[in-house]
């Protein structure tokens, strides 16, 4: 799994991370995907590399700017039921 962050400049509402979250499902397949407008960043955990190219025009067509990216193998959580 990886998890790629997403510096984000333009996220003022709640609006804006539901708008940028959509944008990056419609065009990558991703098993999750959550927006900060707070901390100014987008946080996507994929089974593959998120291209960076298509990233930043996908991101870019919805009016945002991408600052920068990085990426990492996510650590894995697990939750056992009491």
């Known amino acids: 799994m990886i998890q790629t962050t997403v510096e984000i400049s333009g996220m003022v509402c709640g609006m804006c991370e539901a708008h940028i979250n959509d944008a990056i499902r419609s065009a990558f397949a991703v098993k999750s ?5 707070k901390k100014g960043e987008t946080v996507i955990l994929s089974e593959e ?11 870019g067509a919805t009016g945002y700017v ?3 990216v990085k990426e ?11």
């Open 33 to 37: 995907v959550r927006s900060s407008r």
């Open 66 to 68: 991408m600052l920068g």
């Open 72 to 82: 990492e193998t996510a650590k894995r959580r697990f939750f056992f039921p009491l």
């Open 49 to 59: 590399p998120i291209d960076r190219d298509k990233l930043r025009e996908t991101i």
